[in-house]
Structures are given as structure tokens and as C-alpha cells.
């Protein structure tokens, strides 16, 4: 069996790409570790007693009943220590962070060098937000997916190709609007979001939208409505209406309708995406 020392640089990158798309978050250690070990001198740093092993029983003369002896019992473990940054801690920092950007250069800056959120360390690359800085209509999808991540860019492959029919059939281009998703790093293995890994990039996508100050919202797909509606309804109950959401005391027009990829996998979506879209193209007319 090959080991990391034997490959070449390229080879290895190559090989934690493939582990990071198939959804691999842990990789096990090229040596044993004694865990077992590690506790107990984790116990013993705080002061608790070892376990203790069951004595063995004594040697008495065959005619003499045994007694019976009571080992004390062990305490309980100690719990583990937290190495995570706590939630409520890389929520502050986030909103730090975004809150001190001046601009979308700055926040892409500030955001490359957070830390704050475990989806940096699988993904290959911060997909940030693309197009017109001061848009009339921003696009926001839920995440970065395989092509987006391998591209460093929102909406590659094939649906980046059908949002590109969507906006062509209602006048607009990716020219003029400006396009982003809600979490700019993919999850292992195009996965959902936590509740934690979202409420982290909250502050950045808020951000996102103060900065670029648009006037209407198209929001793509079930997540990106969930997050931005703060609704718990699917999106077949949202999509289709025109509903308000404040960002930073600034009140929002939004729009929601199925995702590219809903379309791609079922193509029978379609005729409600294009009502949508309809009712979208009508309302920014109005």
C-alpha cells in the first residue's frame, strides 16, 4: 500500500480533491494512537483517579466460601475538550468581519481569511458573488456545487447553463445582475448546510446584500428561500409570490422559484419555473 510520502505532490493533491468530493471529512492517522491512554492522562491532569481494574481474586482453600468484595466504583469520564470555535463565537467574528468591509472586495478579502466555519477546510476554493457590483436584480442560490467549487465560480456546468436559459428568457444576462449563493463554501459531497454552518454565514450574505444594494431579490431553490424567508415551508409554498425580507433596516422585494438544478434533474419543473419567471419579469416591470 502506497503512503502519502510515496506520492507526488500533484498526485496528492489530486487524491484529497477525490476525498473531498465524495464527501470525506476525517482522515485516520498513518500511526496507532492509544486513546485509551490519552484519557486516562487527560484524568489525570483534572485530579480524577484512574480506573481502576478489578483485583484478582485471592487464593483460599476449597471447603472456605468466597467473600464477596466490592471494587469502588470508577467516577465518571470527564467530558471531552472542545477544540471547535464555539457557534456563538464564529457568529460574532463573522459578523465582525463582515460588518468592517467597505465594499465586495473587501468582504471577498475578509471572508477568504476567516476561519470561523468547518466548511472552509474541505472545500477547495471560496466561491464568491459574480457580476454587476450595483445590480438591479441579484440572484442568490444555496451553495456551491462539485463545478462551482473546482471553478471558483457561482453557477458553472450545466446549471449555470440553464439559469443562463432562465435570465435569457426574461431579458436579463449575468452582465447585469449580480449572482451568489447563501454558503460561499461547498459541503463534502454537495450535502445541505447545518443550521450551525448557515447561522456562521449569515452576517457574509447580509453583507453581500447591503453592500450591493439591489432592488429586487430572485431567490433560487428550497435553502436559499428557508434562510431568506425564515419560513420553514417548502419551496412549492413559497415560490411564485412577491414577499418583503429587511436586511440592515432596508426592506428587500424577493422573489422565489425553483433552483437550475431542480430543473435539470426534473425537467418537468420547468413550466412552473417559466410562470415564475413571468411573474418575476412582471413585477420588475410594475
Known amino acids: 500500500m502506497n503512503t502519502a510520502s510515496d506520492l507526488h505532490p500533484e498526485q496528492l493533491r489530486a487524491l484529497l480533491h477525490f476525498y473531498a468530493d465524495a464527501g470525506v471529512d476525517w482522515l485516520l492517522e498513518e500511526e496507532a494512537v492509544d486513546r485509551i491512554a490519552e484519557f486516562e492522562a487527560m484524568r489525570a491532569a483534572r485530579g480524577m483517579p484512574a480506573r481502576q481494574e478489578a483485583a484478582p481474586e485471592p487464593q483460599r482453600p476449597t471447603r472456605q466460601a468466597p467473600q464477596r468484595q466490592e471494587q469502588p466504583r470508577p467516577a465518571a469520564p470527564a467530558p471531552m475538550p472542545n477544540v471547535a470555535i464555539p457557534d456563538g463565537q464564529a457568529v460574532a467574528e463573522a459578523e465582525f468581519a463582515a460588518s468592517s468591509a467597505r465594499s465586495l472586495e473587501e468582504l471577498r478579502t475578509a471572508m477568504e481569511a476567516f476561519n470561523g466555519c468547518n466548511l472552509k477546510t474541505s472545500a477547495r476554493c471560496l466561491v464568491f458573488a459574480e457580476g454587476n457590483a450595483k445590480p438591479a436584480v441579484m440572484v442568490i442560490g444555496a451553495m456551491p456545487n462539485a463545478e462551482d467549487d473546482r471553478d471558483g465560480q457561482p453557477f458553472s456546468g450545466r446549471q449555470g447553463a440553464m439559469l443562463d436559459r432562465m435570465l435569457a428568457g426574461i431579458g436579463l444576462t449575468r452582465a447585469e445582475i449580480?449572482?451568489?449563493?447563501?454558503?460561499?463554501?461547498?459541503?463534502?459531497?454537495?450535502?445541505?448546510?447545518?443550521?450551525?454552518?448557515?447561522?456562521?454565514?449569515?452576517?457574509?450574505?447580509?453583507?453581500?446584500?447591503?453592500?450591493?444594494?439591489?432592488?429586487?431579490?430572485?431567490?433560487?431553490?428550497?435553502?436559499?428561500?428557508?434562510?431568506?424567508?425564515?419560513?420553514?415551508?417548502?419551496?412549492?409554498?413559497?415560490?411564485?409570490?412577491?414577499?418583503?425580507i429587511e436586511v440592515s433596516g432596508s426592506?428587500?422585494?424577493?422573489?422565489?422559484?425553483?433552483?437550475?438544478?431542480?430543473?435539470?434533474?426534473?425537467?418537468?419543473?420547468?413550466?412552473?419555473?417559466?410562470?415564475?419567471?413571468?411573474a418575476f419579469r412582471a413585477g420588475l416591470q410594475a
Do not use: M, Y
Open 251 to 278: 426592506t428587500i422585494p424577493a422573489f422565489a422559484t425553483l433552483h437550475p438544478q431542480d430543473l435539470v434533474t426534473a425537467p418537468i419543473s420547468k413550466r412552473l419555473a417559466w410562470l415564475d419567471l413571468l
Open 178 to 244: 449580480l449572482l451568489t449563493n447563501i454558503v460561499p463554501w461547498r459541503p463534502p459531497g454537495n450535502r445541505p448546510p447545518s443550521q450551525r454552518e448557515a447561522d456562521i454565514c449569515r452576517p457574509f450574505i447580509e453583507r453581500q446584500i447591503e453592500l450591493a444594494e439591489p432592488n429586487h431579490l430572485l431567490v433560487l431553490g428550497n435553502f436559499a428561500a428557508r434562510f431568506l424567508f425564515r419560513s420553514n415551508d417548502t419551496i412549492h409554498q413559497l415560490r411564485g409570490e412577491w414577499r418583503e
